[in-house]
Nanobody
Framework: HVQLVESGGGSVQAGGSLRLSCTAF?????????IVWYRQAPGSKCVLLSV?????????AEAESVKGRFTMSRDSAENTVYLQMNNLKPEDTAVYYC???????RGQGTQVTVS
């Protein structure tokens, strides 16, 4: 059974940090070109947040809003992709999803609430 499972969300105060995890089951991340993080804030559309390629290079789609605060990385041994989020702001409140490719906000996701 192929699936991605997000975890690590929670409730934090502004200025706090969280590290989200995206673990693959049933397939190997190294066989996928791009792993993508999306987020969807309440009442808003799904937004592509960041992409990490198989060579480890990263792209942050919302560069200005997350620049210097969010870092995406991958651990092939753990078959996991991470999103380290520092200096969180209330506007970062959203459900965060990961996907193998341009799949959008699907699955359970993990809730991040910043107050």
């Amino acid at each position: 059974h192929v699936q991605l499972v997000e975890s690590g969300g929670g409730s934090v105060q502004a200025g706090g940090s969280l590290r989200l995890s995206c673990t693959a089951f049933g397939f190997n991340f190294d066989d996928v070109d791009d792993i993508v993080w999306y987020r969807q804030a309440p009442g808003s559309k799904c937004v592509l947040l960041s992409v990490i390629s198989s060579d480890g290079s990263t792209t942050y789609a919302e560069a200005e809003s997350v620049k210097g605060r969010f870092t995406m990385s991958r651990d092939s041994a753990e078959n996991t992709v991470y999103l380290q989020m520092n200096n969180l702001k209330p506007e970062d409140t959203a459900v965060y999803y990961c996907a193998a490719g341009p799949m959008g906000c699907r699955g359970q996701g993990t809730q991040v609430t910043v107050s």
